[in-house]
């Protein structure tokens, strides 16, 4: 028998098929997963416990106390991790959003909107990036996290999106496989960095939730990172530092002054005082870290917005209030104007710089070390 005229030209798209056919999971296998709340597992960089909104950044009884665009800010998931351990060699994910932009024009979608996972590497116990899924629409986004050999344990660390918010993820796993909470830190190690400010804070324009500086200072601590970075709203307004007097962090890193800048330096410097002041009734002894300015011209610094920050921090320590402490923002964005994406907003070049910066001042001003200069 003569074979069929058209075989030919139909062969390489059978050939094509069948090779794909090993990479398909089919939905009934998906729907075999045990699926389980990503809020069920260790859920890191959240300053109150939210059971109802677990991927949110305020709680419900702040609404009133701050400022409207604070509070819708605080939706964004912006700092919150998920920590978790299996040996699945794959996790499936499911997500939903709280806003149907997914990128800005000029910050995309993988760092608005996507999440980023990490792996610790076994051996130096450092986080290595492996992945970044990123969605397509609003609600019901679904991905395949990739981890290797499922002999191998395997600890990860998962970043939620930088401006938008999460309402719903889910992890799902062959149910020959277990996924559970990762353990807690050692208690040296609990205590938190709060870091409140801007855009630049909140993660304004990492291409990837894990590389927002606080992201990677976090990583290079070990230590969880309670981001309350509030894009044009980081303005000391008293009843957002009053929120911040409910934390209870090894550490205060204050970065507000491009959200000031537009202010008199008298009215910076009352911000300032006013801000310690608060701060101090309830935390006399916690370490406070200004940033100054950054800006990538090197013939701006110091801003006037830095010098007046400067100003108020000093008259406040030879008043007497402790454990206050300055770095000026010159060296934040390097000194080649590469860092930033618009002139303001660092991209992951300017990123890393700020961590490159700010670690070493951090680690020496937590708990244990020796604490710097007032002026490093």
């Known amino acids: 028998m003569l074979p069929h005229p058209g075989l030919p030209r139909l062969l390489p798209f059978l050939a094509g098929v069948l090779a794909l056919l090993p990479c398909l999971r089919p939905a009934s296998a998906q729907s075999a997963l045990n699926w389980h709340p990503a809020a069920s ?17 305020l709680p419900t009884h702040l609404r009133e106390q701050v400022p409207p665009a604070v ?3 605080s939706r964004s998931s912006a700092g919150i991790t998920v920590r978790f351990n299996t040996r699945a060699d794959r996790v499936d994910i499911r997500w939903s959003l709280t806003s149907p932009s997914l990128a800005m024009p000029h910050m995309p979608a993988t760092g608005v909107s996507g999440i980023d996972l990490y792996l610790r590497d076994p051996g130096t116990r450092t986080w290595q990036f492996t992945q970044n899924v990123r969605p397509s629409r609003q609600h019901t986004n679904e991905a395949t996290l990739r981890l290797g050999n499922p002999s191998t344990p395997h600890e990860c660390l998962l970043y939620l999106p930088l401006y938008n918010g999460v309402t719903q993820l889910e992890l799902g796993v ?14 040296d190690q609990r205590r938190p960095v709060v870091l409140y400010g801007t855009s630049i804070v909140q993660g304004g324009c990492a291409s990837r939730p894990g590389l927002a500086y606080p992201a990677v200072l976090g990583r290079r601590l070990n230590r969880p990172i309670i981001n309350l ?4 709203s980081g303005r000391m307004e008293p009843g957002v530092v009053q929120a911040l007097t409910e934390l209870d962090p090894a550490l205060f890193v204050i970065d507000c002054l491009w959200n000031l800048s537009g202010e008199t330096p008298a009215e910076i410097e009352h911000r300032v005082t006013e801000l310690v002041g608060i701060l101090r009734r309830k935390h006399a002894q916690t370490p406070l870290l200004f940033i100054g300015q950054s800006n990538l011209r090197s013939d701006r610094h110091p801003t006037p917005a830095t010098q007046a920050q400067e100003r108020a921090v000093q008259a406040l320590i030879r008043s007497g209030v402790p454990a ?6 010159h060296l934040l964005l390097g000194s080649d104007q590469e860092g930033t994406v618009d002139g303001v907003h660092p991209n992951d070049l300017g ?18 070390a020796s604490p710097p200069p007032s002026r490093p």
């Open 174 to 187: 062959d149910p020959a496989f277990d996924l559970a909470p990762a353990p807690d830190l050692p208690p």
């Open 351 to 368: 990123m890393m710089r700020h961590a490159d910066i700010l670690h070493p001042i951090l680690q020496a001003l937590l708990p244990g």
């Open 41 to 57: 597992l260790t859920v890191e960089g959240r300053g109150w416990p939210m059971p109802d909104t677990p991927f949110q950044r």
């Open 229 to 232: 970075g509030f894009s044009g």
């Open 324 to 329: 206050l402490h300055l770095t000026p923002g």
């Open 71 to 73: 509070w819708d800010l």
